[in-house]
């Protein structure tokens, strides 16, 4: 009859490897940088390195950023701001980088051909969605200095422009994607109103003013129905 040994033998996890007689220097693993380990992120646009710390949503005291509307330029009427007058709001001695966009009316649609679109809009309460995204941008895209956000209302003939978003900030990567998060923003929150008017006798139509709509919110608009003679 054979006797067992006694020795306590280590527990085995099976994950697969078998890693139990590798040389304890052989289980260290390098781990990736992460915002769990408070790494350094540099970044390719002459931003400086950042210390990237890990954020809870469970944090009941989050941090409140003091956001002043003098760095807003909203405007909801029938002309807009001249470029200068935007380029010269937005600049700063503190910012590198100026990031607009401009929508313009083209001539074309679905090979319909556009004469002009007509925007409808109730001021104020559009003037105050503006300035609500604007703030939402600061918190959001915390480098940013200026925001513009600038919408005309009545006709918009081909060639023109309709609606101007920017900002400026120390650096270009932050700027570019504030701006692109301002005319997304705007196009499904701000209750501004398009029609395209189409050449001949082709119906006029309002558009849906929204390109998204995943996970956005998003207006659904009414397509006008043709009047007919003396209606």
């Known amino acids: 009859m054979t006797s067992t040994d ?12 078998d890693n139990h007689n590798e ?7 390098q781990q990736p940088l992460s915002s769990d380990n408070n790494s350094i992120l540099p970044l390719s646009d002459g931003t400086p390195s950042q210390h990237i710390s890990k ?19 909203v405007q909801v009427s029938e002309t807009l701001p001249s470029n200068d007058t935007i380029q010269t709001f937005l600049s700063s001695p503190s910012c590198g980088a100026i990031s607009t966009f401009t929508g313009i009316t083209r001539n074309n649609f ?14 104020p309460m559009a003037i105050k969605e503006l300035k609500r995204l604007c703030r939402d941008a600061k918190t959001k895209y915390t480098g940013v200095d200026k925001l513009v956000a600038v919408h005309v209302l009545g006709e918009c003939p ?3 422009a309709s609606v101007v978003v920017g900002c400026s900030s120390p650096h270009r990567r ?4 504030c701006t692109e998060y301002l005319i997304d923003e705007l196009k499904g929150r701000v209750p501004i109103w398009k029609k395209e008017i189409y050449e001949g006798d ?9 390109e998204w709509h995943e996970g956005r919110r998003r207006r659904v608009m009414v397509k006008e129905e043709k009047c007919g003679d003396g209606a």
């Open 6 to 17: 006694n020795k306590s033998i280590p527990p085995r996890f099976d994950d697969g490897k």
């Open 23 to 29: 040389p304890q220097q052989q289980q260290q693993v």
């Open 55 to 73: 954020k809870s949503n469970d944090n009941p005291n989050p941090t409140i950023i003091d956001i002043n509307d003098s760095s807003f330029l």
């Open 110 to 123: 679905a090979g319909k051909t556009v004469t002009h679109l007509s925007y409808e809009g109730y001021t």
């Open 158 to 160: 081909v060639g023109e």
């Open 174 to 177: 932050e700027a570019i994607r």
């Open 202 to 210: 082709e119906e006029s139509v309002w558009k849906e003013n929204v």
